[in-house]
C-alpha cells in the first residue's frame, strides 16, 4: 500500500489531513466508476421522452441492460397510448428483461405489441420472443410444464397471424420441440408405472403419447412400452398391432427388429401347410 494513505502514516496525521485524504479516495473511486459505466443517465432526469428513448437505446447498446429496462419501462408508463414509441419501447424493454434472463417480464412486455398494437412491425417478432421468453422458462421435461404450455399457444397464435414470416419454420421447430418434452414427461410417468409392474396405468400413458403425440421422436419409446406392456397382461392382439406400427416406421431399427421380429410370409405357411407329410418309416 503507497505509504502516504498506509493505516500507520494516517495515524500520524493531524485530523483534517486524514480527511482531506479520504475524500480523495472517495472521489477518486467514483471517478474511476464513472469512467467505467457505459453510460451515466438517469431516466427520470430526460427532459422529453424522445431523449429518454435515445438513452435507453444507448444503455442498451452499451449491454447496459438492467438501465435500459428502466428507462424503457419508465417510457411505457409516460407514453401516450398511440404514440408510435410505445411499441418500440415494449419490445427493447422485452429485449433488456431477456438479456437479465427474467423471462416472464420479457414474455409480458413482448406480448404488449402485439396486443395493443397488432399492426405494428414488430407484431410479428415480438410474438415469436414472447414465445421463446414462455419457453425458456421450461427447461426440463420433469420440470412443471405450465410455462410449456403457454409457449406452445403463443408459437401456434404466431403461426397462424403470420403465415407468411420468415420465422414461420422456426416456431413450427419449437412446436416440435416442445411438443416433444411433453411426450417425454409422458414417457417418464409410464416408464415408472412399468418399473412397478403397474402395466394398467403404463398403458395408458404410453396410449396417449401415441395418439396424442405421433409425429415426435418419443413415438417409438411409446409404443416398444406398450409391446412390452401388452404381453405382460396376455393381450397379445394388442402387442401385435404395436409391433405393426413398429415394424411398418421403424422397420430397420434393432431394437424394434428384436422385440418384434417379422412374421412369417403367407407364402411360405401355406406352402408349408402343402407339403405332405413324410411316411413313417416301417
Not at 414474455?107 to 414465445?131: C, H
Not at 418399473?195 to 395408458?204: E, F, G, T
Amino acid at each position: 500500500m503507497n505509504r502516504l494513505i498506509s493505516p500507520g502514516y494516517q495515524r500520524r496525521m493531524s485530523r483534517p489531513a486524514r480527511q482531506r485524504v479520504a475524500l480523495a479516495a472517495a472521489l477518486s473511486a467514483l471517478f474511476a466508476a464513472a469512467a467505467c459505466a457505459p453510460t451515466n443517465f438517469k431516466p427520470i432526469e430526460a427532459d422529453t421522452n424522445q431523449h429518454l428513448y435515445e438513452a435507453s437505446l444507448k444503455a442498451e447498446k452499451a449491454h447496459n441492460w438492467a438501465l435500459a429496462a428502466k428507462g424503457f419501462e419508465q417510457l411505457t408508463f409516460q407514453l401516450p397510448a398511440r404514440d408510435p414509441l410505445l411499441p418500440l419501447a415494449f419490445y427493447h424493454l422485452g429485449l433488456a428483461h431477456e438479456h437479465q434472463d427474467e423471462f416472464i417480464l420479457a414474455a409480458q412486455a413482448y406480448s404488449r405489441v402485439p396486443e395493443n398494437f397488432p399492426e405494428d412491425t414488430l407484431a410479428a417478432l415480438a410474438t415469436f420472443k414472447a414465445g421463446l421468453s414462455y419457453a425458456s422458462l421450461w427447461k426440463r421435461p420433469d420440470l412443471d410444464s405450465d410455462y410449456g404450455t403457454t409457449a406452445i399457444s403463443t408459437f401456434q397464435s404466431f403461426i397462424a397471424a403470420y403465415p407468411d414470416s420468415p420465422l414461420h419454420d422456426s416456431a413450427q421447430k419449437e412446436v416440435d420441440h416442445l411438443k416433444d418434452m411433453f411426450a417425454k414427461k409422458n414417457l417418464e410417468t409410464a416408464d415408472l408405472y412399468a418399473k412397478q409392474r403397474a402395466w394398467d396405468s403404463s398403458i395408458i400413458y404410453y396410449k396417449y403419447v401415441v395418439v396424442t403425440y405421433p409425429e415426435t421422436p418419443s413415438l417409438k419409446h411409446a409404443l416398444l412400452g406398450l409391446v412390452k406392456a401388452y404381453r405382460a397382461i396376455g393381450y397379445h392382439d394388442d402387442a401385435n398391432d404395436a409391433c405393426t406400427q413398429l415394424r411398418d416406421k421403424y422397420g430397420k431399427d434393432g431394437d424394434v427388429r428384436n422385440t418384434c421380429p417379422a412374421p412369417p410370409a403367407p407364402d411360405s405357411l401355406a406352402n408349408k401347410a402343402a407339403t405332405p407329410a413324410a411316411p413313417a418309416k416301417p
